[in-house]
């Protein structure tokens, strides 16, 4: 570490980084209290492993009694400092991961069933903030680790006694004491997981981490930040949007191209490159809108000094920036006081990585409506992957016309339990094929389906959705219209659409559906709209899954099986009962394969029958 940097900071500020590291792992340090009177604390993280992240206890090796050999479960109670709420936990040798001997260290992998711990600190954080953790440094793992003082009333910061030039016994690499903190030096030993964990400790090199973290955190902020925008000819661009302009007009000077000016929408703009400064007077709260169709935006490298603490609308905020390809700038952004992130990226075409966006607290959220909407060049989610959605509602839109992903693994472990719109959620995902990661979201509060995976033309096989809960769904139109590689609804058989009323354009244009078995049992009795249901789906050839089918509630049936070119006799509509019914305009127009209609004969309908055969007719019944 240089001696420029060392003179960089003062002692007062170099305290001040101190309370910052513990605000951020307050919350993950414990207190442990043993029946045998043993005492000392433990801190959570997450270890990184295979490809994983593997969530352990650290302490020390006595305390947890290392060389006791039996198998049988220990209780220890842990007392999370800020809090004092106390949670047992069970542990044993099977639960070692590794011990140190002479570094005097034990790691104990924290179970599934013992999940109410990390369900209690959200240690999914650790995972998603880990740059505050610095759990990897310079490629190096390091684990910060507090201990109590005397009478182990709250923790003591290692990094104060550093600072403090307070001695500390590193001579863990000659195995004769034990350190004062689990910050050692380089150590490797073999883990019950068959894999080996580098522990690395320098302290010149924490150090000048510790100071680069507080020059970070000390220069985050900025009330003044440039952005770049560039033209092609000098024209008049909008810049900032109308709705950002009146919430901020008090809080944002301007000064474009070296003029001074209020905050404003639109402004003509030099050919070439404009630079535009924003001077924050106010603390800003809401950034709807912010660079709305700001299509000549191109550079936002300072936004990363933006305060974002405070705002709560993120909505809009980069709506249409189709020359925005890098959002770097955002990785660090503190947006946990965020609830609406509605259209936020809405047709950013240009933009293809959103790894910036993956250690973004969310977990307030409620509004994801369209976020990433006409993201065009965007293949997979992977960032989004420790995303908490928990809290969110509405979720249409939010992919839609993203039509180069073709990986959505990340959101297998997203809890949509609150959602209630998930209508276009997929929309026009035409290279999507695989859709497996969905398979346990629970959708029980979900209302609204339309066009959830329409014009997904790579979508084969459903499976994946053979367990969802859609009991609370009320309109499911174009749910899977021109899914044209489609065959089969097998796995639709369980579904409960009891409550569901429009069923219009469902399976419209699935060219390829030969099978719809699966509806066999559906429970369509609220169902009013049943138009263009199975529209020109030309392989489909047997319709007798429907003949239990309860259609009394309906009323328009107009083009449901229009252009069924392949479909053989209508059996399965025989015993319907259609009285309520008021259009049934081309019904079964262009179904040129009909050998017959004498299973129609006992509908109960008020017109010339054979409007159901005939194009162009849109007869209604009052």
Known sequence: MSDIIREKLSKEQLMELTKKIEYHLEN???????????????FFCKIPFNNNLLPVLI??????????????????????????????IGYSRKNYISSYNNADITLIEIKPNEDKIFNYLELDNISKNKQNLKLEYKNKLINIFYYPNEDHSEPL???????????????????????????FSLKESEMYHDISLNIKLNYDEFIEYAIDEFNKYNNKYKNEINLIYKTDKEASERIFGYTFVENNKNNIELIINGNKTDLISIYKLEKGENNIKI??????????????????????????????????????????????????????????????FSCMFYKCSSLSDIKALQNWNVSNGNNFKGIFYGCSLLSDL??????????GNNFEDMLYGCSSLSDIKALQNWNVSKGK?????????????????????????????????????????IKALQN????????FNNMFSRCSSLLDLNALKNWNVSNGEDFSYMFYECSSLLDINGLKSWDSSNGKNFSYMFYKCLSLSDIKSLLNWNVSYGTYFSYMFYGCSS???????????????KDFSCMFYNCISLSENEELKYWNIQFDFWTLFMENINLLIN
């Open 28 to 42: 993950y340090i414990c207190k442990i209290e043993l029946k045998n009177g043993e005492i000392g604390t433990g």
């Open 59 to 88: 302490t020390n090796d006595h305390i947890l009694n290392k060389d006791d050999k039996d198998n049988t479960p220990n209780i220890i109670n842990l007392i999370i400092n800020s809090e004092e709420k106390e949670i047992e």
């Open 157 to 183: 910061c290692l990094t104060k006694n550093i600072i403090e030039n307070k001695k500390i016994n590193n001579d863990c690499k000659n195995g004769e004491d034990s350190p004062d903190s689990p910050l």
């Open 279 to 340: 001077i924050i007077k106010n603390k800003i709260t809401n950034l709807e809108n912010m660079f709305y169709s700001s299509k000549s935006l191109k550079n936002i490298k300072e936004l990363e000094y933006l305060d974002t603490r405070d705002v709560n609308n993120f909505s809009g905020m980069f709506y249409d920036c189709s020359s925005l390809s890098d959002i770097k700038a955002l990785q660090n952004w503190n947006v946990s006081n965020g609830n609406n």
């Open 382 to 391: 992977k960032a989004l992957q420790n995303w908490d959605v928990s809290n």
């Open 421 to 461: 719109d998930f209508s276009s959620m997929f929309y026009g995902c035409s290279s999507l094929s695989d859709i497996k990661a969905l398979q346990n979201w629970n959708l029980a509060f979900g209302k609204y389906f339309k066009y959830m995976f329409c014009r997904c033309s790579s979508l084969s096989n």
């Open 468 to 475: 969802w809960n859609v009991s609370n769904g009320k309109n």
């Open 567 to 581: 479909l053989l006799d209508l059996n399965g509509l025989q015993n319907w009962n259609v009285s309520n019914g």
